[in-house]
């Protein structure tokens, strides 16, 4: 009976009867094989694009080598064939070639070992349609110790880098991170150093030593929270600025504005009332190169508008009214009216003075027209208004108050210092009162 041969190494086992006086020969050889099997290590120098490692019967040949070190200088991506396709074998391969190298025993699918890296791979030995699997790809490990160089993947799935105290490090390439169920990414940076972010060779965000955050711009002021920059021309850069503060009262914290980098010029912020609520503050300033950001607009806590003015205690059915600065306003009371006026504000009771000054209003209701006055009075007190002037629905004209007059009166004037009256008009030759007038007047 023939000698047959191990299906994965190729050892060979002789038949019965055979090989009476030159056992000793055969037994060496396959004890060689084991040797290389078990523990060899080959340096296989790789050339051009392809080559084929082979496991020959009753040989030592470099198939069946158990740790493969490749060198040499391949021209290309090195295409290394495992034959025969029915052998399994396990190898651990270290590439240090310039190029990478990619492993294959049939149709079932290669392993692709990157320069200057090492894996733990095995092949099926299926024949036609035998595969190469990566074992290094799918290593479970509980507590690893990255002792140097560098971290390049895709996933660190519920892994601490660094410990709770993370030494000095720099992190090469990662590509797309993503975290474990449940679990968090933490950043540090050792001492006063920054943490960034690049892309396309060039720096996106910052933060600093402070705290500060500035996206598009390596040096946030120490103010700031975020600065973004976007430029719309060569000379002016504008940058915003999240977390800014305006003190005006009580401290506002809100969106700041400014030019090239210099501190903020104008804001939105947001600062508490008196009460739970809160105002929405706007500012300006007039140099945006050493600014002082002045209050320009306010919104209180009650929706009322103050335009270069704080609000009022505008209050009952005349909130969300609009104040200006020097007194002026406008508001209604949600009755199918509308009032215009100087220094006068409506507490949801009466109206009072806003300044220590005379008080006018003009109110438009249910179609009418009504001019009302008011002398000066102390700020904070009650107005009482005096109506001068109204005009109906209909165009009639009243003075002081609901008086239209009788029919054919004129309005007539009391001199400099007193209101108008209603009165009959005199006529030469006597009578009053509107006729067909021959005389003068």
Do not use: C
Request: glycine share 16%.
């Amino acid at each position: 009976m023939p000698s047959t041969y191990t299906n994965n190494l190729g050892i060979q086992k002789p038949g019965t009867g055979e090989q009476s006086g030159s056992w000793g020969d055969t037994v060496n050889t396959n004890s060689d094989i084991l040797d290389v099997g078990i523990n060899g290590v080959l340096s296989l120098s790789l050339s051009g694009t392809s080559s084929t490692l082979t496991t020959s019967d009753g040989v030592v040949s470099n198939g069946q080598y158990k740790t493969l070190v490749l060198t040499g200088s391949p021209s290309g991506t090195h295409t290394i064939t495992i034959s025969p396709n029915d052998s399994q074998k396990i190898y651990f391969v270290r590439n240090t070639t310039a190029q990478s190298v990619v492993f294959t025993q049939g149709s079932g699918g290669n392993v692709t070992v990157a320069t200057g890296t090492s894996k733990i791979i095995y092949s099926d030995g299926a024949g036609a349609t035998a595969a190469v699997n990566d074992l290094t790809s799918v290593f479970a490990m509980s507590n690893p110790t990255i002792t140097g160089g560098g971290i390049t993947g895709s996933v660190i799935n519920n892994t601490i880098i660094g410990g709770s105290i993370p030494a000095a490090g720099t992190f090469g390439s990662v590509t797309s991170p993503s975290l474990g169920s449940g679990g968090s990414l933490s950043l540090s940076a050792a001492g006063a150093n920054p943490i960034t972010a690049s892309t396309n060779g060039s720096e996106r965000l910052r933060i600093d030593s402070a705290g500060n955050v500035g996206i598009g711009i390596s040096s946030p002021t120490a103010s700031s929270r975020l600065h973004t920059y976007q430029s719309i021309s060569s000379a002016l850069v504008p940058s915003l600025t999240v977390g800014a503060t305006y003190t005006t009262g009580n401290l506002s914290h809100g969106v700041g504005f400014s030019i090239n980098n210099n501190p903020v010029s104008a804001g939105v912020y947001v600062t508490e009332a008196n009460g739970p609520g809160a105002n929405l503050v706007f500012t300006t300033a007039a140099d945006f190169v050493t600014p002082t950001n002045t209050e320009r607009m306010r919104i209180d806590a009650s929706g009322n508008l103050g335009l270069g003015v704080t609000p009022s205690a505008w209050g009952g059915l005349y909130t969300q009214s609009f104040q200006m600065k020097a007194g002026g306003f406008l508001t209604n009371n949600q009755l199918n009216d509308v009032h215009f006026g100087v220094n006068a504000h409506h507490n949801g009771t009466s109206w009072l003075y806003t300044d220590t000054n005379t008080a006018t209003r003009y109110e438009q209701f249910n179609g009418g027209h009504f001019w009302l006055t008011a002398p000066s009075g102390t700020a904070g007190t009650a107005i009482t208004f005096t109506e001068r002037l109204r005009i109906d629905t209909t165009g009639a004209i009243g003075i002081g108050g609901a008086n239209y007059g009788t029919s054919g009166q004129t309005i007539v004037s009391a001199g400099s210092g007193a209101a108008p009256a209603w009165g009959n008009l005199s006529v030469a030759g006597g009578g009053t009162g509107a006729s067909t007038l021959t005389g003068s007047v």
